[in-house]
């Protein structure tokens, strides 16, 4: 029997487990991080929670005679997907990692790619002070100006990522996350807690709702969450795309569950 370990929380690992499940030689153990009040969960055995870095990884990766590693964590999940290089490297045990392709910008998109969540902040914040700046004189004797109100911003990096925004001044953030970010959330974030699939129709509906300028998000891929991507098009709304981490050197990769399947059967 070959044991493979799937590193998952991604609608991909669920379905590699699955495709798994139906293949006598294999048994597939699933790994959460644990972080998600009601994850869903994928079929077969599943073990929750961090291995204690590279050294608890290679530990456990003996411990249970694992024989190959599927790391299909998300494509921002760089720590885990660092220490599964490493514990691969110094055990033997064979590492692929299956990430689904980032998203594809089309010609009527207007997006800014950044290359970290700190720089999407930054873009806010010029987006912020941008405004202000073309804020219409009302008495122009005394030097007062209209409000120009904040930049309404739809946040989708999810919710540890939030402190990284919640600072910026003449900013009003929509932030959207599975579970309630840490409190205390100040009076200029709104919390919409959600989990996808999302529909363009859903998607329109929000934006329009909440008069939002500008969309933050991260170029994660996949279907589930791609009707935001569509709806700002046809609302011409701008975007903000943090780029995805880096892999690690000489890793190799897939972009489908079914190669990921046939590497993980050998
Ligand atoms: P991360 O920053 O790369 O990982 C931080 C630590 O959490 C890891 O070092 C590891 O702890 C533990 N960990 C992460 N994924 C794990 C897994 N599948 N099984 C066991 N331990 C895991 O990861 P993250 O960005 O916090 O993501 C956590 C989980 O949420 C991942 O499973 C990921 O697939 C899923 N997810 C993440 C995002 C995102 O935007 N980042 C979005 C959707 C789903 P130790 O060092 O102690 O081993």
Redesign the pocket.
Known sequence: MRRVLI????AE?RALAAELADVPSVHVVS??????TNPRLPVGEV???????PD??ATWLAAERIDAVVD???P????????AAEASARTGVPLLVLRRPGWPQGPADTWQRVDSLEAAATRLAEAATARLAIAKPVEPTEGTTESAGPVRVFLT??R?SLPVFTGLAGVWLLARSVDPPEPPVPPHVHVLLDRGPYTVEGELALIREHRLDVLVT?D?GGRLTAAKLVAARELGLPVIMVDRPPLPTGVRLVETVNAAALWAQG
């Open positions: 590193l998952g929380g991604t690992a790994s959460l991080a644990g972080r998600v073990r929750s929670g961090g291995f204690g870095g608890g990884l299909a964590t998300h921002f999940a760089a720590q885990m997907t660092a220490s990096t999810g540890r991260k994660s």
